[in-house]
């Protein structure tokens, strides 16, 4: 008989962190905004604009200006982090630009920008996919014209085994056999993807089941993201 699998944490492989939390529309000075939450990982995004962008030399006649930027609070982990940027910051906010732009329908807005500002309050791994959900939400409540939201979640695999939503000991200092593989991606809610990222190593065969498992978990994002949508609209 094989041994079960077991995560440090006692969930199963395809078990995603709890709670599960979003709520909309928590900062009253921002156009739109969210918070959301997966486990110990806690994300808040804020939306201002559409603006006109300036300086002017960075105006797109042809389309408007999504700009992210990811910042993690420097009481977000335990070993306190230097606040300002950083090339991961830099990084992430790129990516999350790119994970949230095929649902914007940005040629709306010529010469603006529509700024998003994303601060990860607690952060005990999948940051960035926390920033991402929250981020649509916000985007959402703002009245942007979007296609859908999107919703982001990583899975990856432990030595050999196929995991959903890595934490922080899973995603830094797992060490067995092959070591850990973190792979966060985005979804529009009819499961395309619009982000993946390979943080480690993994066979073609198993990158195709880590994205179902995924696409799965994100259906299940989806739900708490519109529930939360819906309830500010109620208001
Ligand atoms: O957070 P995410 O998984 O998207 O990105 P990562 O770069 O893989 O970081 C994983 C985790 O490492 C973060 O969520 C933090 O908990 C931790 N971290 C940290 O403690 N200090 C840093 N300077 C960067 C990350």
Redesign the pocket.
Known sequence: MTKEFKRNSGRKPEEMRTPIKAEVGIIPNADGSAMFQVGK?IAYASVFGPKKMHPQHLQNPAKGTLRCTYN?LSF????R??PGP?R?STE?SKITEWALEPVLMIDNYPNMVIDVHIN?IQ?????????INAAAMALAHAGIPMKSIVSSV?AGKLDKTLVLD?D?YE??EYDEGEGST?I?MTFTPDGRLTHIQV?GKITGKQLKEAVELARKAAKEIYEVQKKALKEIGEE
């Open positions: 990982t993690m977000s982990v335990n070993d982090i230097r950083s991961r992430i990860i952060a005990d791994a999948g940051t960035r996919c926390a920033g990583a890595l922080k995603d830094s973190d966060p943080d």
